[in-house]
C-alpha cells in the first residue's frame, strides 16, 4: 500500500524513519522512481492563491477571461470597482459569460439570454425573462475570492476558506524595501506546471547551459579565461521548511573528466577556456556559507585531475553564485538560499547576482495540463539614488532579461522539456543531479495545503487518503 502519510521537514512518519534530507540524498543514490504525478496533481494544488491577471486588463465595461487550473473564468469590475471572478459558464445554458458586456455597473450580462450576475456570482436579474423572474433567485454561478496586489490579481482557487494572501506570497515580493513586481514578465509556457518547477531545483547547467554564447562568455564575476565546469558532486537539501525548501550543490569538477563508459574525455575540446580549478576569491560582502559535504555525511568527491572546488562558495560555473547574501534570505520564504530553492504551491528561486544582489522568483499557473503561465519575478533592494535605479533598469534590460528569461529559460530550457519534447507518462530513474526532484514530488508535495485540508490532492496516480494535519500539528518556522 502506498504510504501517504504527510512528512513533516526533518522526519518522517513522527520521526520513526531517518530526517527528510537524509532520507532524499540516499533514495537519489538508489535510482529513485518516483513518478512526476504520484503526489502532484496535474494542473496544480488548488487550496492556493495565485496570480491570476493584471489589473489594467480589466475594464469597466467589457470583461475578459482566463484559464487557470484547468477552470475559465471570466473577470469583471464589481460596485466598488474591484476585480471579481465567476466561472465563464452561464449556470443557464451554458453560454460565455466573457462574451457578454456589463451592461451595469458591478455586473456581467450574459450574451444569450442577458441573465446578469453580480460580483459574489448572484443572478440579479434576467432581461428578457421578466423583472420578477422565479429563476433569478435561484441561479448562482460559482465565484473566486480574489484579492489584489502591485496591480495584479490573485485568485483563490481553492475549495475550502481562503488564507490571507500573505502567507503565500514569496515574502521578497512584500517587503517594502525590495522591487516587487517592477521587474516582471509573464509567459504561457507549453510545458506541464511540474516541470518548469523542477527544473528550476535540478541542476543540469553544466550541459544544457554549456555553450560559449555571448552571455556567458562575458560575465562580472568570472574571468574571460576561466575554468570550465564538468560536474558537480553531491547535490543535498541545504534547508527546509513547512511549505518550502532549498538545495545546494557539492564539488565541483572542472576542465575535463575520464569516462570509462566511452573511453575518453569530455568535453573534447576545451581550447577557449583555461583548464585548472578557480581561485578562490573573497567576497567583500558577508555571505552566509552553508555545511560542507562531510557534514551531511557525503563522500567527498575526487576529480580526475584534481581540480575540483566546493560548489558552496562561489558560483556554479555559469557566474551564479551558490550562496546567499543575509539580506536576502527573506525573500525564499525564510530559507537560507543557496542557489535554487522551491516554495509550495509553484514557486522557485535562484540567487542571480546584479546590481543590489538579485533573486528571481519563478511562479507557475498550470492552465491546462500542457500549459502553464509562468510570472517570473525578478526582485532586489530599492536603489536609493535616481542613479542607483537607472543603473538596475538598465541592468536589467540589457542584460538580465535577454541573458536569463529570455535565453536560458525560454530559449533553451523550455526548448527540451515542452510538449511533445518530453514524456512524463513513462518511468523515470532518478540520481543525485534529481536530489531536488525527488524531495518534491515525495516530501513538498504531501505537505500541500490540498493534503493538510482535505486529505487528498485531484489528479494524483496515488489518491488513497492521506492524514490531515491540524494547526497545532503543523511544524513552526521560526
Known amino acids: 500500500m502506498a504510504d501517504t502519510t504527510i512528512d513533516k521537514p526533518g522526519q518522517k512518519n513522527g520521526g520513526n524513519r531517518p530526517n527528510l534530507a537524509d532520507e ?20 496544480g494544488f488548488r487550496e492556493y492563491w495565485y496570480p491570476g491577471i493584471e489589473v489594467k486588463r480589466v475594464r469597466k465595461t467589457k470583461p475578459t477571461r482566463t484559464t487557470m487550473l484547468g477552470e475559465e473564468i471570466c473577470f469583471f469590475r464589481d460596485k466598488e470597482g474591484k ?23 458591478g455586473t456581467i450580462t450574459c450574451p444569450y439570454h442577458g441573465y446578469t450576475f453580480d460580483g459574489t456570482g448572484q443572478c440579479v436579474a434576467g432581461l428578457i425573462d421578466s423583472p420578477d423572474s422565479p429563476v433569478v433567485p435561484k441561479m448562482r454561478a460559482k465565484s473566486y475570492p480574489t484579492t489584489e496586489w502591485q496591480g495584479i490579481v490573485f485568485v483563490w482557487m481553492g475549495e475550502t476558506e481562503p488564507v490571507p494572501l500573505e502567507e503565500d506570497m514569496p515574502p521578497g515580493l512584500l517587503d517594502p524595501n525590495f522591487t516587487g513586481r517592477r521587474y516582471l514578465r509573464v509567459r504561457d509556457w507549453e510545458a506541464n506546471w511540474t516541470e518548469p518547477v523542477l527544473q528550476g531545483i535540478d541542476f543540469h547547467e553544466f550541459y544544457l547551459h554549456r555553450w560559449a554564447i555571448f552571455w556567458r562568455i562575458f560575465h562580472k564575476n568570472l574571468g574571460f579565461f576561466r575554468p570550465k565546469p564538468v560536474y558537480q558532486g553531491n547535490v543535498r537539501v541545504a534547508d527546509e521548511r513547512e511549505n518550502a525548501a532549498s538545495f545546494r550543490i557539492g564539488a565541483v569538477t572542472y576542465g575535463q573528466a575520464y569516462y570509462p563508459g566511452v573511453d575518453a574525455k569530455w568535453p573534447v575540446k576545451a581550447w577557449w577556456r583555461k583548464l585548472g580549478a578557480p581561485s578562490r576569491k573573497t567576497s567583500s560582502i558577508n555571505r552566509a556559507t552553508p555545511p560542507t559535504d562531510q557534514a551531511y555525511g557525503a563522500p567527498a568527491v575526487t576529480s580526475t585531475n584534481g581540480n575540483s572546488t566546493n560548489g558552496a562558495n562561489g558560483t556554479n560555473g555559469n557566474g551564479a553564485s551558490t550562496d546567499v547574501l543575509p539580506a536576502n534570505k527573506k525573500l525564499a520564504a525564510g530559507l537560507v538560499l543557496f542557489g535554487k530553492a522551491v516554495q509550495l504551491p509553484s514557486i522557485i528561486y535562484f540567487h542571480r547576482g546584479g546590481p543590489g544582489d538579485v533573486v528571481q522568483m519563478r511562479w507557475g499557473v498550470p492552465i491546462t495540463e500542457e500549459t502553464v503561465r509562468m510570472w517570473t519575478f525578478n526582485v532586489a533592494p530599492k536603489p536609493k539614488t535616481p542613479f542607483g535605479s537607472f543603473w538596475q533598469a538598465l541592468w536589467y534590460y540589457a542584460w538580465r532579461l535577454p541573458s536569463g528569461p529570455v535565453m536560458t529559460n525560454e530559449k533553451e530550457d523550455l526548448a527540451v522539456f515542452k510538449k511533445t519534447r518530453l514524456n512524463l507518462e513513462g518511468p523515470q530513474k532518478l540520481g543525485p543531479l534529481d536530489t531536488g526532484v525527488i524531495y518534491f514530488r515525495r516530501h513538498l508535495a504531501k505537505r500541500a495545503r490540498d493534503y493538510q485540508r482535505l486529505g487528498w490532492a485531484r489528479g494524483v496516480r496515488r489518491e488513497a487518503p492521506v492524514e490531515k494535519v491540524t494547526a497545532k500539528e503543523t511544524v513552526s518556522n521560526s
Open 24 to 43: 532524499t540524498w540516499k533514495e537519489a543514490y538508489g535510482a529513485s522512481q518516483i513518478g512526476p504525478f504520484d503526489y502532484c496533481p496535474r494542473l
Open 83 to 105: 476585480v471579481a471572478a465567476l466561472t465563464d459558464w452561464c449556470p443557464h445554458r451554458g453560454a460565455r459569460l466573457s462574451l457578454g458586456v456589463c451592461e451595469f455597473p
